[in-house]
């Protein structure tokens, strides 16, 4: 044998470098994860009838708790645990809990595991006889799950079999040296069997092992995360497995990347949140990933010396693992096109004030003028035509400026017109329209950019998500709070302020007010005081949308009575 040899020995199980170990530690992970998932619906539809006074459930999903790197025969293999929220438990003191009665049995290996998992998987894996995987891992009678949960199981368990059968394994190059097949202790039953499952014949075994491993290509490792920093045609990879050890560094084109992630075994990935960032993340969800986005803020801090494409995939993966990490929620393509509408909205009415600020100037100079506001322009568009002392090429200008000013009108009426159906057809909106200073554009932003609102611990997590909330830079004890922190929408922020403002303004002139807003008035000027109307309103906002309530406001007397 020359002596730069590639040839490789495979590794035992403890040391998970070669892959058939890799595919067993897969496998398993997969198993227990489809059945914790299946455990956890089971208990929430048996809990379906417990609801909480407004009638929506009590119990609710709740993600996952972090992954805990059970010990099994195999090796470690890391687990996420289900989480479901009591949204009720405040209120009797009694807490509604779900404990796993299947992730319990895999804390500790023993000599019933180390037996049990060469068949469990070797058989489950290879040959696609997941009925008895089942019965050896969950019991004879599958306590806790129903025989439709254990027949949908069972139909997902074969599905990944059928997937992994297909995996694209060119990455890497391997020489197989086989004798009369390979054994791995898997003595559940008298006589031993290889580990493709079937009895010890060296020409079967042998022949259609390596058929299948010439139609798959060589294994590669098992990946557990992926961090992926996009562009519009360059895409850089970073991925690790679940020892934290760097396992893909990639740089993909367009197509290349879409390729590569419809034949990756589902996995989690991690993107930042930007322009496509929603488009990606529901082409990857298609391929069977899970994608979480992270604000490019939250990102930064990871990021290590140097600043590029491969340093910012890297920082993606890192972010991503933080349990108190904050993500995106990935939004459906009509959210998209909605919040599109109130996107050509605001530049439509930004190009509309540019152009009458320059009608203004330019006839300002022949002496023209007219009063604030856009009611006025169209008069004032009126008298240059009717003035025949001014030039006949400033008429002209003025003119052609007039239609273009008539065009822009036309167009934002007809958006308008598109909004105020979405605002008709949306229950929640023409409730949130009732709140003083929000209004019917106000209602329609908090739909849009408002992700769930079950998302946020209290009000005013929400107001501080907007931005309406003073900066926190205190040490030592001594609060320092400056000014608004002006996170989140900036659109959707001052459509609160400006309604807040218009609130004290009506106030101001003798309308009618909470004896709340009266006080501050008396303490803080008037932009204070809708910089903090702004946040009680949007406090009130996230409560409406979380319960479903109608918003009633009291009178100044009637509060002022139940206050006595």
């Known amino acids: 044998m020359m002596s730069n040899s590639t040839v490789v020995s495979l590794r035992q199980p403890d040391e998970i470098d070669d892959p058939l170990t890799t595919v067993l530690r897969s496998g398993a992970r997969r198993l227990l994860a489809q059945a914790i998932e299946a455990e956890a619906d089971a208990f929430l539809a048996a809990m379906k009838g417990v ?3 407004d009638g929506r459930d009590r119990l609710v999903r709740h993600g996952h708790g972090p992954e805990r790197r059970v010990q099994t025969g195999i090796g470690p293999v890391a687990v996420q645990r289900v989480r479901l929220r009591d949204r009720g438990a405040g209120g009797d003191g009694e807490r509604i809990r779900f404990t796993s009665a299947i992730l319990p049995r895999w804390s500790r290996r023993t000599r019933s595991l180390d037996a049990l998992l060469p068949i469990l998987y070797l058989r489950g894996v290879s040959m696609g006889d997941f009925q008895e995987a089942l019965g050896a891992l969950l019991g004879k009678d599958a306590p806790n799950l129903s025989p439709s949960v254990i027949a949908r199981l069972r139909g997902e ?3 990944d079999y059928a997937h992994w059968q297909r995996r694209d394994l060119s990455a890497r190059r391997y020489v197989y040296i086989w004798a009369d ?92 949140a930007c322009g496509a960032s929603h488009h990606w993340a529901r082409l990857l969800q298609s391929f069977g ?9 939250l990102v930064k801090p990871y990021v290590k010396r140097g600043k590029n494409d491969a340093a910012d995939a890297e920082a993606l993966c890192e972010a991503m693992s933080r349990p108190t990490m904050r993500f995106v929620p ?39 003028t007219a009063a604030r506001g856009m009611a006025h322009l169209v008069p004032l568009l009126e ?25 822009l009108q036309a167009q934002i009426d007809e958006v308008d017109a598109k909004l105020t159906d979405w605002h008709r057809a949306d229950e929640c909106s023409r409730r949130l329209a009732k709140i003083p200073g929000v209004g019917q554009i106000g209602a329609v932003l908090l739909r849009m950019k408002t992700p769930d609102p079950d998302q946020f611990r209290s009000g ?72 903090a109307l702004a946040n009680k309103t949007a406090r009130i906002a996230w409560k409406m949308m979380l319960t479903g309530e109608t918003y009633t406001m009291k009178s100044a007397a009637a509060a002022l009575a139940g206050a006595a």
């Open 51 to 53: 609801q909480l006074p």
């Open 157 to 159: 368990w074969e599905a």
């Open 181 to 272: 097949g390979v054994y791995l202790q898997a003595r559940m039953e008298p006589q031993a069997e290889c580990w493709c499952g079937r009895p010890p014949t060296a020409s079967m075994c042998q022949n259609e092992v390596v058929a299948d491993l010439r139609q798959r290509g060589p294994s590669v490792g098992q990946i557990s995360r992926i961090g992926m920093d996009t562009s519009k045609h360059v895409f850089q990879l970073h991925g690790v497995d679940a020892a934290e050890a760097p396992v893909l560094r990639k740089k993909l084109r367009r197509k290349e990347m879409v390729a590569f992630f419809e034949k990756l075994a589902p996995t989690v990935i991690a993107i930042e």
């Open 289 to 297: 990933h899970t994608v979480k986005l992270i604000p490019p803020q």
């Open 330 to 368: 990935v939004k459906t393509a009509e959210q998209q096109a909605a919040l599109m509408l109130v996107g050509v909205r605001d530049r439509l009415i930004r190009n509309r004030t540019q152009l009458a600020n320059a009608i203004r100037g330019y006839v300002a100079e022949f002496g023209l």
């Open 383 to 407: 008298r240059i035509q009717a003035d025949k002392s001014l030039p006949a090429l400033a008429r002209d200008l003025c003119a052609t400026q007039a239609n273009e000013y008539a065009q």
């Open 460 to 531: 005013r997590q929400f107001a501080a998500w907007i931005g309406l909330t003073p900066k926190d830079h205190s040490t030592a004890g001594k609060v320092r709070l400056g000014v608004i922190t002006r996170a989140g929408d900036e659109r959707l922020r001052s459509v609160l302020v400006v309604g807040a403002t218009a609130v004290i303004q009506q106030v101001r002139r003798g309308g009618r007010a909470s004896p709340w807003l009266v006080e501050l008035l008396k303490r803080k000027s008037p932009k204070l005081a809708a910089v």
